[in-house]
């Protein structure tokens, strides 16, 4: 048996600010499932948008699990981050043949994008 990631869950304090951040971020809207939950669809990959209050667990936020997503121009999204308000935590940097950076979202998770060089 192989294991096969199929979705990863991103825990919120604030669920209408964060459905609107990644909807904004991600470029499409998603579905609410139940009270804590909501899903976008990423190509067959769900990633899903958690109220863990609602749900009485504890989370500590950080950095223990880093979402990574290739862009086409992670300069150009680095910039449109920055003129909305979102903390940089790894500036831009060329890494192999990549150029990545990190961001913090609005529930303060870190998060990676990187575009590959050709």
């Known amino acids: 048996m192989k294991p096969k ?3 990863a869950y991103i825990c919120v ?3 209408e ?3 609107g ?3 904004w971020f991600l470029g499409r809207r998603g579905v609410k499932k139940g009270d804590s939950l909501y899903m976008f669809d990423l190509d067959r990959f769900r990633l899903f948008l958690f109220d863990h209050a609602k749900e009485n667990e504890t989370v500590k936020y950080g ?3 880093l979402l990574s997503f ?3 121009d992670a300069k150009t999204l680095e910039e449109k981050l920055v003129r909305r308000g979102q903390k940089i935590v790894f500036p831009l940097k060329k890494i192999l043949n990549n150029i990545v ?3 913090e979202d609005t529930e303060g998770n870190h998060i990676e ?3 590959k060089i050709e």
Do not use: G, K, T
Request: glycine content about 0%.
């Open 5 to 7: 990631l199929e979705s």
């Open 113 to 115: 994008i990187y575009s």
């Open 70 to 72: 290739e862009v086409e």
């Open 101 to 103: 950076f990190e961001f």
């Open 17 to 19: 600010r964060a459905v």
């Open 63 to 65: 950095d223990n699990c």
């Open 21 to 23: 951040f990644y909807q």
């Open 13 to 15: 304090e604030d669920m």
